[in-house]
């Protein structure tokens, strides 16, 4: 019954504090939007539209149980299966709780693999209207958010302006992370975050980190000192009929491997005690009966009282009762209880039959 | 004469689940679980094959979180505790069972083993485990790695002293129990990224293993595949996972573990016994779990089990390990064939695997030990450290970022469900190199405060929280645990920064997160 108070008081706060967050988030977006419209001789309508949209920010903190990735491939299973989360550690030490936000203008950049990236980023009310009063007036009709998306493989000093290459994402910028499609293993690449508006400018606000997509495939690049024929090499991996040209097997090749890697035929995707075989499919529409046999009785609490030639342990008051797995079949349980002098003995012979109609 | 090697590799861990607070605390239980049907077997194992003077060579990794617990006090009484509670169980269960012949054999199984288990770990091990380890790391049968510290994802970790400080932890862990410096490290699941060699030379460790294609996507390309041996630039030998070996063990369909013979996991009388009878033994709330009381076989595609026959399974498993040698042994023969040299074929498990999820994996491992000392010529056992002596000159190469984890990169530990603990963690992180490097001359509380504000960045950093996370099981403790920890690094901030503090709370708190107690928070200085 407490825990049961305690997890209703506990939902309520953690209901107040999420209404306080949306407040909050709403109450910045209006007083942002108020500085726009200082700054601007218009409201910049996109950039701050979504806002109104969406007031509900989304908090860096734990997302809802059961809002995991979207991955519709199947999910290495758990060894808890079926179980839900009965304990729930309390807030140990009140007051301390981690910042929504940390307000301290950076973009991160991560490698997910050799094809996606991953950013998060935490910027200042005081950064963008820093950034949006450097804008000329003129320009700061329809800004919207954007990513830009460096490749700046090889470049020493990436200035801004001396990427091999980028490219735009128009983004949410209250999602506070995203992810990005480079398609590209093995390039080094940096984004900004900033506005861009209808004419095309764009206007960074942070830079992050530079990183590398993984690399993906066997490589091209041969140690002289260290060389095995292809054919060989090929049979190694357990690769066979690649085709003729070295182009078409290189690319049948490197199929074959994204095709096993991408289905776990070489990473298991079993990394802990956690997780191992398949989750048992939840069945239909079904039903199990078993049936047990409870045999209690009384006698002098000193005698001693045997069930099918096994001695039973009586309690206190000379109580005692027995509980068995009852199959199919007919059975007999005789019970015998002789009294502390060995003189008297009583015999009571229930039976049981069970069947299954 | 042998053609090549086995490197049979066990990773065993756990993350650090230890709660004083509680009376009784469910999570602790995957502990206690595997230490009754993996840890303990293994030891056993160890045991027979060494009375029979079989050099069993065998590759483990005890991660640091795991020897932790192994040392701790509290955890060992409370696995006591645990054990006599299941022994009870067993003993009402064989009552229960007395008219139904098949699983009355398997109840009996059960308290026996358990019984057994309360003795060996009671008197035989007198409670200390990672001594019996060392013992036979002692005797040259066992080869004993670490791990990161807490078992973090190093690829994502991004700061190089944090990386610095979870490989370092594992290392000074590892001098404490096992009284050498550690030769090789297990990555948390095998996650690479380009430049972690040289981390690894700074903590003095000689070798690591990647997953098939952080070996085989290396630049220049690994002449041998990956069953060689390889050295990263900065001379850190590194060896690949063989998917052949692993498939047939791994996978719960082509695998042997999916053998109609073996004992079922999901039926459990956890889940099958009447809820008043079996409530004293399942969680403290009263939610049924596995209790490992398992009492059918697999028997097919089918909800409908038969009971489970041990000694069946226990053939199977012999069948499945002469099949295992057996594929080893062609693979030897043509590899060596075609490669002039020997070759190494790196299979490795999680230890949990053998015991816990495939039963009859511990006898299906002793099996292989024995048959490939008695039954064959071609291949032996070796750990990569000897593979190493035997082949010193070798490729180097830069192995390619990855991980064994579902496919093969970060995104297990990188997704919509955990993203959100990165902004967090990386900042902490930071905070506490910029701390370390302010208050490096620090001593008395403050060094104190420092130094749980290590561990609590560490334990924040299991890789396992955001697995649970990504496959939701146990997400919302997982979640938890992440947020407690940063908010006991923040409180500590507070405290240090504002040099006032609760004495209480600092010391409840290093009463309940007491990993690693010799900590130095200067491993996180830059």
């Not at chain 1, 929504?100 to 209207?129: A, G, V």
């Not at chain 2, 370092?168 to 699941?189: A, D, N």
């Not at chain 2, 490992?292 to 012999?318: C, D, H, S």
């Not at chain 2, 060094?447 to 649970?468: H, T």
Request: charged share 30%.
């Amino acid at each position: 019954m407490k825990k049961n108070t305690k997890k209703k008081r506990e939902s309520a706060i953690s209901r107040k504090r999420k209404k306080t967050v949306i407040q909050r988030a709403k109450t910045r977006v209006k007083t942002l939007k108020r500085k726009i419209e200082r700054i601007g001789k218009k409201r910049t309508s996109t950039l701050y539209k979504k806002k109104e949209n969406s007031p509900l920010l989304k908090t860096p903190l734990p997302t809802p149980v059961g809002k995991i990735s979207a991955d519709k491939e199947k999910v290495e299973v758990s060894k808890f299966v079926g179980l839900k989360e009965p304990q729930i550690i309390p807030q140990e030490i009140g007051e301390i709780s981690l910042p929504q936000k940390y307000y301290d203008n950076r973009i991160t950049l991560l490698p997910r693999d050799p094809w996606w990236l991953h950013t998060y980023w935490d910027i200042s009310e005081t950064k963008i209207s820093e950034v949006v009063s450097s804008i000329p007036i003129y320009e700061r009709e329809g800004l919207k958010w954007i990513l830009r998306v460096y490749d700046v493989t090889g470049v020493k000093d990436f200035r801004g302006d001396n990427a091999n290459s980028f490219f735009d994402i128009d983004i949410h910028f209250e999602a506070g992370n995203w992810y990005i499609n480079v398609d590209k293993p093995e390039r080094d690449w940096c984004v900004e975050i900033g506005f861009k508006n209808p004419y095309g400018k764009f206007f960074p606000l942070v830079r992050s980190n530079i990183t590398k997509t993984p690399c993906f495939g066997i490589s091209n690049v041969v140690d002289e000192e260290w060389i095995l024929g292809e054919e060989d090499y090929y049979k190694i991996l357990g690769i066979y009929d690649l085709g003729k040209s070295s182009l078409e097997r290189r690319k049948k090749l490197e199929e074959i491997i994204k095709h096993q890697i991408s289905s776990g035929a070489f990473s298991g995707g079993i990394s802990s005690l956690f997780s191992f075989m398949k989750k048992e499919e939840a069945r239909k529409f079904f039903l199990e009966v078993w049936t047990e046999l409870i045999i209690y009785g009384r006698a002098h609490p000193k005698a001693t009282v045997e069930v099918e030639k096994k001695r039973v342990n009586l309690r206190s008051d000379g109580t005692f009762s027995l509980r068995y797995a009852l199959p199919e079949g007919d059975f007999e349980f005789k019970i015998v209880a002789t009294s502390p002098d060995k003189k008297e003995r009583i015999k009571i012979t229930p039976t049981v039959k069970r069947g299954t109609k | 004469m042998e053609k090549g090697y086995l490197a049979l590799i066990l990773h065993a861990h756990l993350p650090f689940v230890r709660h004083p607070e509680y009376e009784e605390f469910l999570e602790e239980r995957w502990f206690f679980e595997a230490l009754t049907e993996t840890y303990i077997p293994l030891l056993e194992v160890f045991e027979r094959l060494d009375n029979d003077r079989i050099d069993f060579c065998l590759t483990l990794n005890l991660s640091p979180t795991l020897c932790s617990m192994m040392d701790d006090q509290l955890l060992k009484e409370r696995y006591v505790r645990y054990l006599d509670k299941m022994i009870e169980l067993c003993e009402k269960e064989i009552e229960r069972t007395r008219f139904s012949p098949s699983f009355h054999k398997l109840a009996l199984m059960y308290y026996y083993r358990f019984r057994k288990t309360k003795d060996k770990f009671c008197y035989h091990y007198n409670q200390e485990l990672l001594r019996e380890f060392k013992k036979y790391q002692d005797k040259g049968f066992l080869e004993i790695i670490t791990c990161a510290g807490t078992h973090g994802f190093l690829p994502l970790l991004m700061n190089k002293e944090a990386v610095k400080a979870q490989i370092q932890v594992g290392v000074s862990s590892y001098i404490k129990y096992f009284s050498s410096h550690p030769k090789g490290i297990w990555l948390p699941e095998c996650g690479y990224f380009e430049g972690l060699d040289k981390f690894l030379k700074e903590c003095g460790l000689k070798y690591f293993i990647l997953e098939t294609h952080g070996v085989l996507f290396s630049r220049p390309r690994p002449k041998f595949g990956v069953y060689s041996s390889y050295y990263t630039k900065r001379r850190i030998a590194v060896f690949g996972r063989d998917p052949e070996s692993s498939k047939s063990v791994w996978s719960s369909i082509e695998g042997y573990p999916g053998d109609y013979n073996y004992r079922e996991y999901y039926r459990d009388i956890g889940f099958d016994l009447d809820y008043d009878y079996i409530k004293p033994y399942i969680s403290p709330c009263g939610v049924r779990i596995f209790t490992g009381i398992k009492y059918y076989k697999i028997t097919g595609p089918t909800p409908y089990k038969e009971p489970y026959l041990p000694e069946e399974a226990k053939k199977k498993a012999a069948e499945h390990a002469g099949n295992f040698m057996f594929n080893r042994e062609k693979q030897v023969e043509y590899l060596y064939s075609v490669l002039g040299r020997k070759p190494i074929i790196v299979a490795p498990y999680d230890a949990e695997l053998f015991g816990h999820w495939w039963f009859e994996g511990i006898d299906w491992l002793q099996f292989l030990i024995r048959k490939i000392r008695y039954d064959q010529e071609n291949i032996k056992l070796i750990t990569p450290s000897r593979y190493l002596k035997l082949y010193p000159k070798n490729q180097a190469i830069n192995p390619a970022p990855s991980s064994w984890g579902w496919k093969g990169y970060y995104e297990v530990w990188l997704n919509g469900s955990n993203d959100w603990v990165y902004p967090h963690l990386h900042r902490a992180q930071e905070a506490m190199v910029k701390l370390a490097n302010k208050y490096k001359d620090s001593d008395g509380i403050k060094r104190r405060i420092l130094n749980q504000m290590a561990r609590e960045i560490l334990l924040a950093q299991s890789s396992d929280w955001a697995f649970m996370m990504k496959t939701n099981t146990f997400s919302e403790y997982a979640r938890k645990r992440t947020v407690v920890h940063l908010e006991h690094f923040y409180l500590l901030k507070n405290y240090l920064e504002k040099n006032f503090y609760n004495f209480e709370v600092l010391e409840d708190i290093e009463r309940k997160d007491n990993l690693f107690p010799e900590i130095e928070f200067s491993i996180f200085q830059s």
